[in-house]
């Protein structure tokens, strides 16, 4: 069998808090369903290639989302993943069976989640409301507001309802009014660039200071300026001193001292941390997430022959390739405050050069969007088990980090 490769999409709440992920399985990175037995459900193709091992690595303590067909239930695949990990998206029905019912009453007794998809408001599916927790609805095929007849036959089950395909943020906070609870698509990728709006001096601050530290070599005297400025960034860096200092108490005299103590690497990731952290304002942590996973990535990957000339601006860009969503202001505007060198400038604004090209390839794997990026990875003598594996990491060093 064909090794199988695993895209992910966020899935979030009102808050703009990441709830889960729904999982993707493809056998390549181009986002297409492997061309199998249709009887081979998703878990099985988890467990047949050992992904199963990684599915939290994958859904960063979250709860995974996964597709099973009629058959893969029947053959209690779900059951070899604890219940408070995974929801179980039953996909394949055009209409609830005898037997389906049987089968879901069973799984919702053994205490699972159960996600109806496929949701065509029909009457006939109303005899798995007892059993169901979630109703995800395709904005794609249904208009939502032909939803609000039914809500008052799930209330008694209290049922959730996730949209997927949302774009907007403008349609998640109609779909808010009219009761949906979850929300899944690209509308915490997309910049809603908001007219007239500026950078404040503190955002300025942090995009200077991200600048910084990825000058080589570091200028440590004007990094600890600008953190000094900043009693939240200075009591960080503080901190973070604190948790990598192994064995003896280390006595901090200046702001510049600590900075020197932690090198160049460490105070890179602290700063990347607490800088985004700083710059999310009301776009979902998962942007923020995005975009560190991305950096990792990147600066992994770039060890390769294609990418060696540019590995010096892997992480950064990686880094900053959120930063339009984050701040709703053109990418030409932000670059305008920021010393980037030129590879970085290009791959940001033009997904331009070899620096433009990891860019697009890394991004395009870790958001499961359609496009076909065998071409890149065939072109730059990659391989895509290394790929997978690097994501995995980058998930599992951005879990770790607690964000």
């Not at 395709?138 to 609000?148: T, V």
């Not at 590995?311 to 969503?325: H, W």
């Not at 499961?368 to 690097?390: P, Y």
Request: net charge neutral; aromatic share 8%.
């Amino acid at each position: 069998m064909k090794k199988t490769y695993i895209a992910r999409q966020a899935i979030l709440n009102h808050k703009l808090e990441t709830i889960g992920y729904e999982l993707f399985f493809r056998d390549s990175p181009d986002n297409k369903f492997p061309e199998i037995d249709p009887n081979v459900a998703s878990a099985k193709l988890i467990i047949q290639n050992h992904i199963y091992s990684d599915i939290q690595t994958l859904s960063m303590g979250k709860v995974a989302f996964i597709n099973f067909t009629e058959y893969s239930l029947i053959h209690k695949y779900p059951l070899m993943f604890d219940k408070s990990s995974i929801v179980i998206e039953l996909v394949g029905h055009k209409k609830p069976t005898k037997n389906l019912l049987k089968i879901i009453a069973y799984y919702h007794g053994k205490g699972y989640q159960i996600a109806l998809t496929e949701y065509d408001l029909a009457i006939h599916w109303d005899v798995l409301f007892p059993y169901i927790s979630i109703i995800k609805v395709n904005l794609e095929k249904i208009n939502p507001k032909r939803i609000i007849a039914a809500l008052p036959r799930m209330k008694p089950y209290n049922i959730k309802l996730a949209a997927e395909r949302v774009e907007t943020k403008y349609q998640r906070q109609a779909l808010v009014e009219i009761g949906f609870t979850y929300f899944q698509g690209y509308f915490y990728h997309q910049p809603e660039i908001v007219a007239g709006q500026k950078l404040t001096s503190q955002k300025t601050k942090m995009l200077q200071l991200l600048s910084e530290t990825f000058n080589r070599p570091i200028n440590y005297d004007e990094v600890t300026k600008i953190i000094s400025h900043d009693v939240n960034l200075s009591i960080g860096l503080l901190k973070m001193v604190n948790n990598v200092s192994t064995g003896s108490r280390v006595e901090i005299t200046s702001l510049k001292q600590a900075a020197v103590y932690l090198g160049d690497d460490q105070l890179c990731q602290f700063v990347a941390i607490l800088a985004l952290s700083n710059l999310t304002s009301d776009t979902a942590d998962e942007v923020c997430r995005q975009a560190l996973i991305t950096g990792k990535m990147m600066a992994e990957l770039s060890h390769s022959n294609s990418f060696q000339s540019v590995s010096e601006f892997a992480f950064i860009t990686g880094l900053l390739s959120a930063i339009e969503v984050m701040l709703a202001i053109p990418m030409a505007q932000i670059i305008k405050t920021m010393p980037l060198a030129p590879p970085i400038e290009q791959a940001l604004l033009k997904q331009a050069g070899p620096l433009g090209e990891l860019l697009k390839l890394t991004t395009a794997f870790i958001s499961g969007k359609n496009g076909d990026i065998n071409q890149l990875i065939t072109s730059n003598a990659l391989n895509k088990q290394v790929i997978q594996q690097e994501f995995l990491n980058a998930s599992q060093w951005c879990h770790d980090l607690g964000i």
